[in-house]
């Protein structure tokens, strides 16, 4: 599986937007980028998720380099609730087994 | 969207014993589920492959007698941990996809196993 590079964690202030990167330079060309978070005690929770174009939904854009050797979830505006571990992801369609590294633990600050 | 449930959030068993651990699509069927475990400050570790109707696929290292995996319909995976010890305690995660979302893949609330 390709792997993925992450920060191990990043600081936020509320209600400001937050970038988080993510490289990916082994991606191939039928790896789609998933992103997840997880909260403390519970399991993983889809944000979002893309192949090649940038990604608009409810939770997060998803913000993907032209190369697709990088990419970068982008939370509008912070809340505390968005506290938690994100996990960028690559998985190639059809497979469902999802391999997990370290992944960005993300603090938010009042 | 899609749910997957995991039954019970929470197990406290005697070292020796066994337990069992359901993971369940709610309102979706999964020919494939999967289990994965993670020790505190950890990242998840991906343990097997349940599939529907046949034998499970275990992960290098992981003990097959130990952790048993039944995936006996389309909505429900059990994992049963057998002859558990302290060391097995941990965080236990299944999920599931769901194909006619674009496979999206959604995982349960998780189960907390402690071995005493």
């Known amino acids: 599986d390709a792997k993925t590079t992450q920060p191990n964690s990043m600081e936020s202030n509320e209600e400001e937007p937050v970038h988080l990167p993510c490289n990916h330079s082994t991606i191939s060309g039928t790896d789609y980028i998933h992103w997840y978070r997880q909260l403390p005690s519970q399991g993983p929770e889809y944000v979002i998720h893309?192949?090649?174009s940038n990604v608009n939904n409810r939770m997060a854009s998803l913000a993907i380099a032209e190369d697709r050797k990088s990419s970068t979830l982008i939370l509008h505006r912070a809340t505390l609730r968005d506290a938690a571990v994100y996990y960028c992801i690559l998985k190639n369609f059809g497979n469902e087994k999802l391999t997990f590294g370290t992944g960005t633990r993300l603090t938010i600050i009042p | 969207g899609a749910v997957v449930s995991q039954h019970p959030s929470r197990v406290i068993c005697k070292s020796g014993t066994s337990v069992k651990i359901e993971c369940r699509s709610l309102d979706f069927q999964a020919t494939t589920m999967f289990w994965y475990r993670q020790f505190p400050k950890q990242s998840l570790m991906l343990m097997a492959t349940s599939n529907e109707g046949s034998k499970a696929t275990y992960e290098q290292g992981v003990e097959k007698d130990k952790f048993l995996i039944n995936h006996a319909s389309l909505t429900l995976s059990t994992l049963t941990v057998t002859s558990a010890h302290p060391e097995d305690s941990s965080f236990y995660i299944c999920s599931a996809g769901d194909r006619l979302s674009g496979n999206t893949i959604y995982f349960g609330e998780g189960s907390w196993l402690t071995v005493v």
């Open positions: 893309g192949l090649t």
